[in-house]
């Protein structure tokens, strides 16, 4: 039986319906992945999800927690999952019950992508300078700290080898208005994925940032005038458009095939080139 993917926004020319006999390619096949941080429809990481399944790797997904299950249930049935398990990153525990369920249920792990983001919305709507020192913690731990928390426990399952992958965003590098705390998170995030890299290449591990355009995503929505920003990116990229979840997954699918065998340590841009445009 067929299965249709829900693609908002998408402008790829292939096949959104895959089965056994019509996935879109078999360059992932035989890959086996976890994919953290989808929420609905929208969601980068379901993008990132139902491509890679579509090029053939089998999925594991994380929901939140007993109320986001509602919403990501059908989306891992819809993309034909193999494993969903419940995980909070702020709860103790939670992650290390995923891995070793992952480890007795495959035995393997060649990739992992992390698209989880937080911060209070008092913090992320003020200034840098009046940040709580409990929602700086928060926000580094969930955004950054899980990432490097992750690897770790993917590690000794990348028996031959894997691909670690976060999502970052522009306001890393430079300052974008009403970014604010995640400004500095997020470009410590990128600095994880540098050191990472270097400390897991012997291993046959690769790790990368992406870097998407803004997204309509339910977690974007929590920054002030991010209207402002969806229309500011449209104007000044050079195609004048936004991305979309599914050029974020091709690139992403990409990444942990073995066409990027060669390259780790970097931030990827998929933005449609907005990053270029002083």
Same mark, same amino acid.
């Given at each position: 039986?067929?299965?249709?993917?829900?693609?908002?926004?998408?402008?790829?020319?292939?096949?959104?319906?895959?089965?056994?006999?019509?996935?879109?390619?078999?360059?992932?096949?035989?890959?086996?992945?976890?994919?953290?941080?989808?929420?609905?429809?929208?969601?980068?990481?379901?993008?990132?999800?139902?491509?890679?399944?579509?090029?053939?790797?089998?999925?594991?997904?994380?929901?939140?927690?007993?109320?986001?299950?509602?919403?990501?249930?059908?989306?891992?049935?819809?993309?034909?999952?193999?494993?969903?398990?419940?995980?909070?990153?702020?709860?103790?525990?939670?992650?290390?019950?995923?891995?070793?369920?992952?480890?007795?249920?495959?035995?393997?792990?060649?990739?992992?992508?992390?698209? &989880?983001?937080? #911060?209070?919305?008092?913090?992320?709507?003020? =200034?840098? *300078?009046?940040?709580? $020192?409990? !929602?700086?913690?928060? %926000?580094?731990?969930?955004?950054?700290?899980?990432?490097?928390?992750?690897?770790?426990?993917?590690?000794?399952?990348?028996?031959?080898?894997?691909?670690?992958?976060?999502?970052?965003?522009?306001?890393?590098?430079?300052?974008?208005?009403?970014?604010?705390?995640?400004?500095?998170?997020?470009?410590?995030?990128?600095?994880?994925?540098?050191?990472?890299?270097?400390?897991?290449?012997?291993?046959?591990?690769?790790?990368?940032?992406?870097?998407?355009?803004?997204?309509?995503?339910?977690?974007?929505?929590?920054?002030?005038?991010?209207?402002?920003? &969806?229309?500011? #990116?449209?104007?000044?990229?050079?195609?004048? =458009?936004? *991305?979309?979840?599914? $050029?974020? !997954?091709?690139?992403? %699918?990409?990444?942990?095939?073995?066409?990027?065998?060669?390259?780790?340590?970097?931030?990827?841009?998929?933005?449609?080139?907005?990053?270029?445009?002083?």
């Amino acid at each position: 039986m067929a299965t249709t993917f829900t693609d908002p926004n998408s402008i790829d020319p292939l096949p959104k319906v895959w089965d056994e006999n019509s996935r879109v390619g078999d360059m992932l096949k035989g890959k086996k992945g976890l994919v953290v941080g989808v929420a609905n429809a929208d969601s980068i990481a379901f993008g990132c999800a139902a491509k890679l399944r579509a090029f053939g790797a089998d999925i594991a997904l994380t929901y939140l927690n007993e109320k986001s299950k509602q919403y990501v249930e059908p989306l891992a049935k819809q993309i034909d999952c193999s494993l969903l398990m419940q995980m909070d990153v702020a709860k103790p525990g939670e992650m290390k019950a995923v891995f070793e369920q992952i480890e007795a249920e495959w035995g393997k792990l060649d990739f992992v992508i992390h698209s &989880i983001a937080f #911060a209070p919305k008092d913090d992320l709507h003020g =200034r840098i *300078v009046d940040c709580s $020192e409990t !929602g700086f913690l928060q %926000s580094m731990q969930i955004s950054c700290y899980s990432f490097i928390e992750m690897a770790r426990y993917a590690e000794p399952l990348m028996k031959e080898g894997g691909a670690l992958v976060t999502m970052t965003y522009y306001g890393a590098d430079k300052v974008v208005g009403n970014y604010n705390i995640m400004g500095p998170v997020k470009a410590a995030l990128q600095a994880s994925v540098r050191y990472m890299a270097n400390e897991l290449g012997q291993h046959g591990i690769r790790v990368y940032a992406v870097s998407p355009g803004p997204l309509k995503t339910r977690a974007a929505s929590g920054i002030a005038h991010f209207d402002e920003l &969806i229309d500011m #990116a449209v104007t000044r990229s050079p195609g004048q =458009r936004m *991305v979309s979840i599914d $050029e974020v !997954g091709r690139v992403v %699918s990409f990444l942990v095939g073995g066409g990027a065998s060669g390259m780790t340590g970097d931030t990827i841009f998929v933005d449609a080139g907005l990053h270029i445009v002083a």
